[in-house]
């Protein structure tokens, strides 16, 4: 079974703070996401990233895929309380397999 | 409005007693999905469909069956639920499979087996 394994599993920081959540497996993928996901809702895409190396901006996120396409990592700059949720990576093959699969998560609190 | 939708939202059945969770997407896309949520363990892929008619295991498939007879459709049956199976759902869907494409998620159902 392949594996996407997320760390920290929980953080909780206070506001104004940097932070980064890592998502790393031994797989390859075609593309990985990142998503945010709010209590009792469904998860929501943030990021798509498809080539090795590609680096991604949203705002205050950063968001980088490794060179071997096996890692990724999600930067916030400046944590503010409304960054506060669940954030999954997840990722997906385009052959041989169609599976698609979620890290385990990291949960951020952001203090005010 | 683009959305997937789930039914039902909420659901307590007794071991053993069949039943069939609802989705469907109205974005005519290729691909979707089941997931189960649970603490400590993340979303794990159940199923997933690539089109009509064709259908593959995720992770977590046993217990569980599925059927995608129109596109739009995709319902996940449990025939014998047991309480492991106790769990949040979620059915998503995109436009192709392979993670180019956002998966747009149902609002989630939250089943308790007893």
């Keep these: 079974t392949q594996l996407l394994e997320q760390s920290p599993q929980f953080l909780s920081i206070q506001e104004g703070e940097n932070l980064t959540v890592y998502c790393n497996s031994s797989s390859v993928f075609s593309s990985l996401q990142w998503y945010r996901q709010e209590p009792g809702e469904g998860p929501v895409l943030l990021v798509t990233v498809v080539t090795g190396g590609e680096v991604k901006k949203l705002k205050r996120l950063t968001f980088q895929f490794g060179d071997a396409r096996k890692d990724s990592s999600l930067h916030i700059t400046a944590a503010q309380p409304g960054d506060t949720g669940l954030y999954l990576c997840a990722g997906g093959w385009a052959s041989g397999t169609y599976k698609y699969i979620f890290g385990t998560g990291t949960r951020l609190k952001v203090l005010a | ?114």
Excluded at chain 2, 59 to 73: A, F, I, L, M
Excluded at chain 2, 75 to 86: A, D, G, M, R, W
Aim: with cysteine.
């Design chain 2, 1 to 114: 409005e683009a959305q997937v939708t789930q039914n039902p939202r909420y659901l307590i059945t007794v071991t053993g007693k069949k039943l069939t969770v609802t989705c469907s997407q109205n974005m005519n896309h290729e691909y979707m999905s089941w997931y189960r949520q649970d603490p400590g363990l993340g979303l794990r892929q159940i199923y997933y469909s690539m089109n009509v008619e064709v259908t593959d295991k995720g992770d977590v498939p046993e217990g569980y069956k599925v059927s995608r007879k129109e596109k739009r459709n995709f319902p996940l049956i449990l025939e014998s639920p047991s309480p492991n199976q106790t769990s949040l759902y979620f059915c998503a869907s995109s436009l192709t499979p392979g993670g180019y494409y956002e998966q747009y998620f149902g609002p989630g159902t939250r089943l308790t087996v007893t």
